[in-house]
């Protein structure tokens, strides 16, 4: 039940409101009520029928640092012993 | 085209990497600690990607109340079974209520019983099945804050007939978790927050969890590489003594959370005292139907009728500890011999984010 999925806009209509979202070949109605400023292409998190929340390109450059961070971090703490 | 890429979230390698910084950093743990996450999509992830094998013996993963089904409560599954076999009503449910056990029947046994209950995916799906009907449609909106606020959309800005109601078990993930810390039933040394609650949310609600318990609370996304980046923070921050609200989904989850939910929400519903199965009642915990959508309630509109005989659990179930991570699954003498998918006998057994669901689909006996 709220298993949220990561999907695809396919279409978009009804100024915003209703469209289409795409996973893994299979494409379903999505409301767009709680995002603004959507466009096709983007990724959005589905759930229960409804996008709750937009996938940010700049933010997921952020969740990769974040990693490399930590494992940056960890290869220095590494190099700091030998 | 977007350029996001979401499977590096799941390269062996990164995986890899991340647990042996893990396991690096855990040996400077002073004593094992017990992580605790509270949505059941991380325990589905954590099941299926073997996460719990790549941790240290000094750490330890638990799952908390983080499913909806499994903590809606037998008296408002009893009272909506009793009214929908009584009256010339259909209820619409997600599938994954369908199974759970009330005191007595099933929504799945009352159907074949004769009651009129249909499975939705969404709301969208029931207002569009009532609109059909002659009957009076009840839409048993069951869910945390990520359901609450589709329901609270739909509600407010759609064309709803005059036919079509809620009867509203949503609940309140940060509230009813806040409270089992001060009463001190659950504990442990740090939070993994849910990914998607916490998208509604936001993560300011937890700074209370990371101040007021000391716990090091962090949001995680559903990929491998994501639940180990929070573990990977939450010890780094218990080594470097300290407690702090972090963000290892920032893809995702913004700080302040939804507020174009949060407005829907607030429109729509108030927060009052709610049951939660086997752990009581809980303050503000329970999203309820304000005057301007009373029209909405199936609470009012029919003659809901409620007893103090209903029973969370059977005797020999221990849901009520696993969901508060005291108990795995194997604890219970039931689990997989005389509870089964097939036929469960708690509610953990039933959806797919519940605890003793997700250890039976992994093989975990
Ligand atoms: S409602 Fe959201 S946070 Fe809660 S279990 Fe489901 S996916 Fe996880
Ligand atoms: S295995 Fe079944 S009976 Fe045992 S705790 Fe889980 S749901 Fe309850």
Request: proline share 3%; aromatic share 12%; charged share 30%.
């Given at each position: 039940m709220c298993l949220g999925i990561a999907m695809k806009v396919v279409e978009i209509y009804d100024g915003g409101l209703n469209g289409v979202v795409e996973a893994g070949g299979v494409k379903r109605h999505c409301f767009f009520h709680m995002i603004d400023n959507l466009k096709v292409g983007d990724y959005v998190i589905v759930h229960a029928g409804c996008a709750i929340e937009k996938i940010e390109e700049k933010e997921a450059q952020e969740n990769l640092k974040l990693i490399e961070q930590c494992l940056l971090g960890d290869q220095t703490s590494e190099q700091d012993k030998t | 085209m977007s350029k996001i890429k979401l499977d590096v979230y799941n390269d062996p390698e990164i995986v890899r990497k991340l647990s042996n910084f893990i396991k690096k950093e855990a040996a400077k743990l002073e004593k094992p600690i017990r992580i605790m996450h509270i949505c059941g999509t991380h325990e589905n992830s954590i099941v299926r990607f073997g996460l719990r094998d790549l941790l240290p013996k000094n750490i330890t993963v638990i799952a908390g109340p983080g499913c909806p089904v499994c903590v809606t409560s037998s008296r408002d599954i009893?009272?909506?079974?009793?009214l929908t076999l009584k009256e010339d009503i259909k209820l619409l449910t997600f599938?994954?209520?369908?199974?759970?056990?009330?005191?007595?029947?099933?929504?799945?046994?009352?159907?074949?019983?004769?009651?009129?209950?249909e499975m939705i995916y969404s709301i969208f799906d029931g207002i569009e099945i009532a609109?059909?009907?002659?009957?009076?449609?009840?839409?048993?909106?069951?869910?945390?804050?990520?359901?609450?606020?589709?329901?609270?959309?739909?509600?407010?800005?759609?064309?709803?007939?005059?036919?079509?109601?809620?009867?509203?078990v949503h609940k309140y993930t940060p509230n009813g978790v806040y409270?089992?810390?001060?009463?001190?039933?659950?504990?442990?040394d740090a939070l993994i927050l849910p990914g998607h609650a916490s998208t509604i949310s936001g993560l300011k609600t937890y700074e209370r969890f990371a101040e007021g318990f000391g716990l090091p609370s962090v949001a995680a996304g559903f990929e491998a590489a994501d639940i180990l980046l929070a573990i990977a923070l939450i010890v780094k921050q218990i080594n470097n003594r300290e407690a702090k609200v972090e963000n290892a989904y920032n893809r995702v989850i913004e700080y302040e959370g939804n507020k174009k939910a949060q407005k829907a929400?607030?429109?729509?519903?108030?927060?009052?005292?709610?049951?939660?199965?086997?752990?009581?009642?809980?303050?503000?915990?329970?999203?309820?139907?304000?005057?301007?959508?009373?029209?909405?309630?199936?609470?009012?509109?029919?003659?809901?009728?409620?007893?103090?005989?209903?029973?969370?659990?059977?005797?020999?179930?221990?849901?009520?500890?696993?969901?508060?991570?005291?108990?795995?699954?194997?604890?219970?003498p039931l689990f997989g011999k005389r509870c089964t998918p097939y036929d469960p006998i708690g509610p953990c057994m039933v959806s797919d984010e519940g605890t003793c669901k997700n250890w039976y689909d992994g093989g975990l006996f």
């Open positions: - | 009893d009272a909506i079974i009793e599938g994954d209520m369908l199974k759970v056990p009330g005191s007595r029947l099933s929504f799945f046994r009352a159907k074949s019983m004769g009651a009129d209950i609109k059909k009907s002659s009957k009076p449609c009840i839409f048993f909106a069951c869910g945390f804050e990520t359901t609450a606020a589709p329901t609270a959309a739909a509600l407010r800005d759609l064309d709803i007939p005059n036919n079509f109601y809620i009867y509203s409270a089992l810390l001060k009463s001190g039933k659950i504990s442990m929400i607030d429109e729509v519903f108030y927060l009052t005292s709610s049951i939660w199965r086997g752990l009581g009642e809980i303050e503000n915990s329970g999203y309820e139907l304000k005057d301007e959508y009373k029209r909405f309630d199936a609470k009012e509109e029919f003659n809901i009728t409620y007893t103090d005989d209903y029973i969370e659990h059977q005797k020999g179930c221990k849901c009520n500890e696993i969901i508060l991570g005291n108990l795995t699954p194997k604890d219970c």
